[in-house]
């Protein structure tokens, strides 16, 4: 099956760090550019970083820019989002998404445009609270 995985979610005090892993399940990721959204419950899904396939540009939103880090690794197949300082607005699942157009990413952060993504996962939570 054909999927995005999504690992690393969990409970965090405020102040603490996560790391994020998205990975393929069937097909390589060398291909797309990975955005991370979020939804809190009650929120709408909000767009919060975006990363181009070769990884040489990346996008953050406002809320979490000069916090949060998105890499990849396309050798492992992996794309990461670092997050650190973490606060409890953070508190949402986090899903990773696959599209061959960085230009799509970029606005669904900007502009919470909505696309049609290649690849869907099915979420990590992460809870920051203490």
């Known amino acids: 099956q054909l999927q995005l995985v999504e690992s690393g979610g969990g409970l965090v005090q405020p102040g603490g760090s996560l790391r994020l892993s998205c990975t393929a399940s069937?097909?390589?990721?060398?291909?797309?550019?990975i955005i991370w959204f979020r939804q809190a419950p009650g929120k709408e899904r909000e767009g919060v970083s975006c990363i181009s396939s070769s990884g040489g540009s990346s996008y953050y939103a406002d809320s979490v820019k000069g916090r949060f880090a998105i890499s990849r690794d396309n050798a492992k197949n992996m794309v990461y989002l670092q997050m650190n300082s973490l606060a409890p607005e953070d508190t949402a699942v986090y899903y990773c998404?696959?599209?061959?157009?960085?230009?799509?990413?970029?606005?669904?952060?900007?502009?919470?445009?909505?696309?049609?993504?290649?690849?869907w996962g099915q979420g990590t939570q992460v809870t920051v609270s203490s």
């Open positions: 998404a696959a599209t061959q157009y960085y230009s799509w990413a970029v606005q669904a952060i900007t502009h919470g445009r909505v696309y049609e993504y290649d690849y």
């Open positions: 069937g097909f390589t990721l060398d291909y797309y550019t």
